[in-house]
């Protein structure tokens, strides 16, 4: 552990602080070169320094109190209201910023367990019903809020599965999610036939646009075929979306979207008995910064119609771009339907060991998100990304011809732990050990740990430590674990 920093004794001077700053940067993702396929979503850097001026211009101001900053309940007020008009919410349509989307999922399930408890107040143990696909935001907000998650496995297209999703259904049953689209294969989940389930079984429905929701408008003015998904649904009632990602905004802003006020009133937080005075809240911070909502409010002023269009045309057409090439890598495939901007690759049969592929294109500085059950990689697609979809075609058409000459690979680097991770059946082990992972992140040092090298300590838990002792052999194990237990699995083989 390096040195504990302590504050220094003197003020330093301000340039020299900011030139370290951008020292720092040094080993961060590449976004502006359009070398990162998610995280960031940049236009250019005319549009980012005008987010940072609009930024700044409120980063002192807070919106926990309206009443002292009107400017931020205004702007706050017409983002929701310009938000819900995209997304053809009735006139009744209400809602809140708040700072991202894992926020927002948050509180559509705390809305609805708290709906429930004023309306069926003989629910104790609260459940909702979502498609295995659905943000890891859901998972959090049970584990915090007490409302279990029952998740249903998809069908093959990758979408939710209604038939089973409705099998799940019981009387303690609070809520049904959808997505529009889901980030790991960016397919959009069959929302009106949800919203039939929903009406029929007078459930509320939250569609999770965070991901999708200031894209899909603008794909379908293009003519992209899009299945519909938001207010137009009549089941749906509630909607979450980012304006942080395809809104182009500063992070962390989005949105959350209510059919009308008789389910976003439960959002709120109201508390009376404070020696400091009445306190309420309609999401779950207290002080709520201004920066994110002004630059918000600023973002969809300046983009209009006319450059939201324009970025989402040229995403498009990287996409498909991207698409098509990926699909002509005879190693590679890409997984789920063709709705929006993102691509998924996985390895085509057992051609290629997917995270060797990614360990290889990351020495090439790109950027990966590997993803698990199936293994495979998600590519979010920027206008941004478009000047370098060739570029990543041809290497990645290297990469994993290499990959396929070189197997070993698999057992090497990251591959190797991601691979472990993905194929260990016993999930709680595997929780053990990012949670090592975790801790060696948090504590205290400034130093990043080895993620291909993390089961030398004798800390880092079963899963890790099996890893680093027996490398390939190890995954080889695993695989063949694996088969064995989906041919015992009722069912297997007909």
């Known amino acids: 552990m390096s040195e504990r920093k302590t504050i220094p004794h003197s003020g330093r001077d301000q340039d020299e602080l900011l030139g370290e700053m951008q020292d720092l940067r040094t080993e961060d993702a590449r976004y502006r070169e359009g070398r990162t396929w998610s995280l960031v979503y940049y236009v250019d850097p005319d549009h980012h320094s005008f987010l940072e001026r609009a930024h700044n211009s409120f980063f002192s101001e807070n919106g926990l109190n309206p009443m002292a900053f009107k400017s931020l309940k205004r702007m706050e007020s017409e983002?929701?209201?310009?938000?819900?008009?995209?997304?053809?919410?009735?006139?009744?349509?209400?809602?809140?910023?708040?700072?991202?989307g894992t926020e927002s999922l948050l509180m559509a399930v705390k809305a609805m367990r708290d709906r429930a408890r004023r309306h069926r107040p003989w629910v104790?143990?609260?459940?909702?019903?979502?498609?295995?696909?659905?943000?890891?935001?859901?998972?959090?907000?049970?584990?915090?809020?007490?409302?279990?998650?029952?998740?249903?496995?998809?069908?093959?297209?990758?979408?939710?599965?209604?038939?089973?999703?409705?099998?799940?259904?019981?009387?303690?049953?609070?809520?049904?999610?959808?997505?529009?689209?889901?980030?790991?294969?960016?397919?959009?989940?069959?929302?009106?036939?949800?919203?039939?389930?929903?009406?029929?079984?007078?459930?509320?429905?939250?569609?999770?646009?965070?991901?999708?929701?200031?894209?899909?408008p603008w794909l379908e003015r293009l003519g992209h075929p899009v299945p519909l998904w938001d207010f137009r649904v009549p089941g749906v009632t509630s909607i979450s979306a980012d304006v942080h990602k395809y809104g182009y905004a500063a992070k962390g802003a989005s949105t959350l979207l209510y059919r009308d006020m008789g389910y976003l009133k439960h959002q709120f937080f109201i508390s009376t008995d404070w020696p400091g005075g009445i306190y309420a809240s309609p999401s779950m911070p207290g002080t709520r910064p201004g920066g994110p909502i002004a630059a918000a409010w600023a973002a969809m002023q300046v983009m209009g119609e006319e450059g939201y269009l324009g970025l989402a045309e040229t995403a498009l057409e990287t996409?498909?771009?991207?698409?098509?090439?990926?699909?002509?890598?005879?190693?590679?495939?890409?997984?789920?339907?063709?709705?929006?901007?993102?691509?998924?690759?996985?390895?085509?049969?057992?051609?290629?060991?997917?995270?060797?592929?990614?360990?290889?294109?990351?020495?090439?500085?790109?950027?990966?998100?590997?993803?698990?059950?199936?293994?495979?990689?998600?590519?979010?697609?920027?206008?941004?990304?478009?000047?370098?979809?060739?570029?990543y075609l041809a290497d990645l058409a290297e990469c994993a011809a290499r990959?396929?000459?070189?197997?070993?690979?698999?057992?090497?680097?990251?591959?190797a732990m991601y691979g472990m991770m993905a194929k260990v059946p016993l999930r709680g082990l595997v929780k053990h050990s990012v949670g090592k992972v975790m801790e060696a992140m948090y504590d205290g040092s400034t130093d990043m740990?080895?993620?291909?090298?993390?089961?030398?300590?004798?800390?880092?838990?079963?899963?890790?430590?099996?890893l680093n002792r027996h490398g390939a052999r190890a995954l080889i194990a695993l695989d063949r674990l694996g088969s064995s237990v989906r041919s015992l699995r009722p069912g297997a083989g007909r």
Request: proline share 6%.
């Open 449 to 466: 740990p080895d993620l291909s090298n993390l089961g030398d300590d004798p800390s880092a838990g079963p899963v890790l430590g099996f």
């Open 403 to 415: 990959a396929a000459r070189e197997p070993e690979l698999a057992g090497e680097g990251e591959a």
């Open 79 to 100: 983002v929701v209201q310009m938000t819900a008009s995209m997304l053809h919410g009735p006139d009744s349509a209400v809602g809140t910023m708040t700072s991202g």
């Open 124 to 216: 104790r143990r609260p459940n909702m019903v979502l498609p295995r696909t659905v943000h890891a935001a859901f998972d959090k907000a049970a584990h915090y809020f007490g409302v279990r998650a029952r998740y249903v496995d998809v069908r093959g297209d990758l979408r939710a599965d209604v038939r089973a999703m409705e099998r799940a259904i019981d009387r303690n049953t609070i809520l049904l999610v959808g997505s529009a689209p889901q980030y790991p294969h960016g397919v959009v989940d069959p929302i009106e036939e949800l919203g039939a389930l929903a009406r029929r079984k007078k459930l509320p429905l939250h569609v999770d646009a965070c991901f999708g929701g200031f894209m899909l």
């Open 319 to 391: 996409t498909r771009k991207l698409r098509d090439g990926i699909d002509a890598i005879p190693q590679l495939e890409v997984l789920g339907d063709f709705h929006c901007t993102s691509v998924t690759w996985g390895a085509r049969g057992n051609a290629v060991d997917v995270y060797a592929v990614a360990d290889l294109m990351a020495e090439r500085s790109w950027s990966c998100d590997r993803q698990q059950r199936p293994p495979c990689i998600h590519l979010t697609v920027n206008a941004n990304n478009a000047a370098v979809a060739d570029l």
